[in-house]
């Protein structure tokens, strides 16, 4: 499955991420089992303790969150969520094994989606990136727009990720989401010019757009998005053109599993808060995935 690699020895990666604040004992058994040489993660290490407010006052609208419930019950979030995303990844950095992560959507960084509102009334609480210096600091190599190298394997990755697509629900908001779109997809191509890609693997925090992997399915989804396709644009324009190996991607919790486009393999791990990962073997032109549902 996939292109062809150069001639490699064969490689276990154990594929994990959404955590969402909770600490993934069970990998310890998996390793002693399994025997990974490497751990890659498509984030969201932070929970959200605030998803349901978002959700009932912010989503589908202009109004960030703050200024419904104000700038101090905010940071109390955040402050909550920072505390519990840190636990996650002190834990991933103790066990000694090789890690390569992007950060998710709900993690603490300052990297914009596409398209999202950059005036002072909308800008973040947080003015720094809080997340990746902990992921360097426990000695998880960060992929966020950048070439991460492993054995013979080349990684980039894209971050955030969570907007599924260009097209706007609000006809004044296109031409900020194009200069965003753009931007990101020329900081993620410039990194894959560097490497043979013939062993390129993309890690991005979402699924490609309409797949069988970003379909809002969940009952308790939200009447804006229920049914539809809610992957990443990006991401799949990025797969159609620089053709990886291999796209290991989350954010969608309900569709752990695999599709293709094209020759490149696209797996979803699924969400580690509820005990899901991916184990991926890949050796020479073959990879061999196992699921934990």
Request: aromatic share 10%; hydrophobic share 35%.
């Amino acid at each position: 499955m996939g292109k062809k690699l150069t001639k490699m020895k064969e490689i276990k990666i154990l594929a994990i991420g959404d955590f969402h604040g909770k600490i993934p004992y069970f990998i310890k058994k998996v390793i002693k089992k399994e025997k990974p040489d490497l751990i890659i993660s498509p984030g969201d290490f932070c929970p959200l303790y605030e998803r349901k407010l978002i959700f009932k006052y912010s989503y589908g609208t202009d109004k960030p969150l703050w200024q419904v419930i104000g700038k101090k019950k905010q940071k109390e979030f955040t402050k909550k969520n920072l505390r519990d995303g840190k636990k996650v990844i002190v834990y991933i950095g103790n066990l000694n094994i090789p890690a390569i992560s992007v950060t998710g959507n709900i993690d603490l960084t300052t990297y914009r989606d596409i398209g999202e509102i950059s005036s002072p009334r909308r800008r973040r609480l947080h003015k720094k990136d809080l997340i990746t210096p902990l992921l360097k600091k426990h000695k998880i190599k960060v992929a966020d727009y950048k070439l991460v190298n492993f054995e013979n394997l080349y990684f980039v990755g894209y971050p955030r990720s969570s907007y599924y697509g260009i097209k706007p629900r609000m006809k004044d908001k296109l031409r900020l989401r194009l200069k965003d779109y753009r931007n990101q997809k020329k900081r993620i191509e410039k990194e894959i010019k560097k490497i043979d890609r013939k062993n390129f693997i993309f890690i991005s925090h979402n699924v490609p757009y309409k797949t069988k992997l970003d379909l809002i399915r969940a009952k308790g989804a939200h009447k804006l998005a229920k049914g539809k396709h809610y992957g990443s644009y990006l991401t799949r324009k990025i797969i159609e053109k620089h053709k990886p190996l291999l796209c290991v991607a989350g954010h969608m919790h309900e569709n752990q599993g695999q599709d293709k486009i094209g020759k490149t393999l696209i797996i979803n791990p699924g969400a580690a808060k509820y005990g899901k990962y991916a184990m991926i073997t890949i050796r020479d032109s073959k990879i061999r995935v196992k699921f934990k549902k």
